[in-house]
């Protein structure tokens, strides 16, 4: 909500149109002419919409009314070159090599493409800016077709998007990594855009990293993956990813937030499943102030398949919010969802998810299962699981658990010696410790062990 909102009582829907979001800033960053143009349409777009309260049922328990936009303004409308600002090119090698073996690297600077290389012919992975490709203007917006508020943002915003473009029939061993770098001065708006295609009967596997570059992933000392060079800067951190899943293609994708202590993310993940497709997606969340990931999921042909997983561990006043939707439009598709989370000290936690069967969709198979430790008097957690069921012939679940320490296991460890603050630790690391084991690419799967352990005040060896 806006400050003059706030101080005059209005309906933020009835608000003054923000200075600092306009079709004339989004006009002024480079680009291809139809970039230019869907950039405007959805700057007006966004300008006459109203903005979202905890109100609706979509930010329902978030804190949502505490943004004030007027802080902010989109980085790269300053510097119409595209200037991407500073970066730690040490610290982020260091990091990237740590994920093992790779066909192919992207790294945006505050929205900025700094960094592209590929290890595999174009005949297999494309790789680039989607103003570069052929269909670029096409691929935008073919998964996230009907945009409203932060996502809008990004289409008026997102100064390069990104494309990986992965041919079909393609095998392609090792992952592409994308590398989101957010720096700079305090009130920047960086707007992150990515967009997976994997052809028909391709496979591969993504790793797509959004991180302070003075903090989390990235702060000096390499063995704190939590430490900051200074105070943290409030920053606005809209990223869109699209992912789309070509008949008998499989793709792996994991996401990794490592953001400054004070920034305000809203990230949202739409992916489309074409027939006898499979899409393993892992997310984990371990930085900023409010951090929001919406993942929809829409199963679109016969016979697809999606496992979606995330990890999570909030601290000191953290607030870290999922909204996930698994949208079964045709029959036999399957869906299985894990999201696997704690809270400590005054940090809060959202999960409210939708399993949606349409008609037509029958032997769909959904399942839908969140957990939540919450470890400190001060620290809440909230899990709201849905059906929206309209087929009969389907099997469906779901579930959630929101609950302290198991206290046999606590006095388990105690009774042989442990001390109570080892006993948590321990057992909020074998909490984790089975999903941390299912991130679907290798090179992934012991950085989110070490940070996830290391989160939880365990050492990882």
């Known amino acids: 909500m806006s400050a003059e909102a706030r101080a005059t009582g209005l ?240 793709l792996a994708y994991v996401s990794i937030q490592s953001l400054g202590g004070a920034t305000w993310q809203m990230a949202h993940q739409a992916s489309i499943i074409g027939a006898d497709a499979t899409l393993s997606s892992y997310a984990v969340a371990l930085g900023g102030s409010y951090a929001r990931l919406r993942t929809d999921s829409a199963l679109m042909g016969e016979s697809g398949a999606s496992r979606l997983r995330a990890a999570f561990i909030g601290r000191d006043d953290q607030m870290l919010d999922f909204r996930t939707l698994q949208d079964h439009r045709a029959p036999r598709t399957t869906s299985d969802l894990l999201f696997m989370g704690a809270v400590a000290d005054r940090s809060h936690s959202v999960y409210s998810g939708l399993i949606r069967v349409r008609r037509g969709a029958v032997k769909s198979d959904a399942m839908q299962t969140n957990h939540n430790l919450v470890l400190d008097e001060g620290a809440h957690a909230d899990s709201v699981p849905n059906l929206d069921i309209e087929e009969n012939d389907v099997k469906c679940s779901h579930g959630s658990t929101v609950g302290p320490v198991d206290e046999d296991q606590r006095y388990y460890l105690e009774s042989r010696g442990i001390e109570p603050g080892r006993a948590e630790q321990l057992i909020v690391a074998g909490f984790f410790e089975s999903i941390a084991d299912q991130v679907p690419l290798p090179g992934a799967r012991d950085l989110i062990g070490r940070a996830l352990a290391e989160r939880s005040g365990v050492s990882h060896g």
């Open 11 to 250: 309906d933020p829907r009835e608000a003054p149109i923000l200075p600092t979001f306009t079709p004339d800033h989004a006009a002024a960053l480079p680009g291809a002419p139809w970039l230019a143009q869907r950039r405007v349409e959805a700057a007006e777009a966004f300008s006459s919409s109203p903005l979202p309260t905890e109100k609706d049922e979509v930010w329902r328990y978030s804190r949502i009314d505490d943004l004030d936009l007027e802080r902010f303004r989109p980085t790269g409308s300053e510097h119409p070159g595209g200037d991407p600002g500073p970066s730690s090119s040490g610290r982020l090698h260091a990091l990237v090599d740590g994920l093992g073996a790779r066909s192919g690297l992207v790294v945006t600077i505050n929205g900025v493409l700094a960094t592209l290389s590929s290890s595999v012919g174009d005949d297999v992975v494309v790789l680039g800016r989607a103003t570069d490709h052929p269909e670029g203007a096409d691929l935008l917006g073919a998964v996230l077709a009907d945009p409203h508020d932060f996502p809008l943002l990004n289409d008026a915003f997102a100064i390069d998007p990104v494309v990986i473009d992965v041919q079909a029939g393609a095998t392609v061993a090792d992952p592409v990594v994308v590398v989101h770098v957010v720096s700079g001065a305090a009130g920047g708006a960086v707007f992150p855009r990515t967009v997976v295609r994997t052809g028909a009967g391709a496979t591969a596997g993504v790793i797509e990293i959004v991180v302070d570059a003075d903090s989390g992933l990235l702060a000096d000392a390499p063995t704190d993956l939590f430490s900051s060079a200074g105070p943290p800067v409030e920053r606005l951190v809209v990223p869109v990813t699209e992912l789309k899943v070509g008949d008998g293609a499989s």
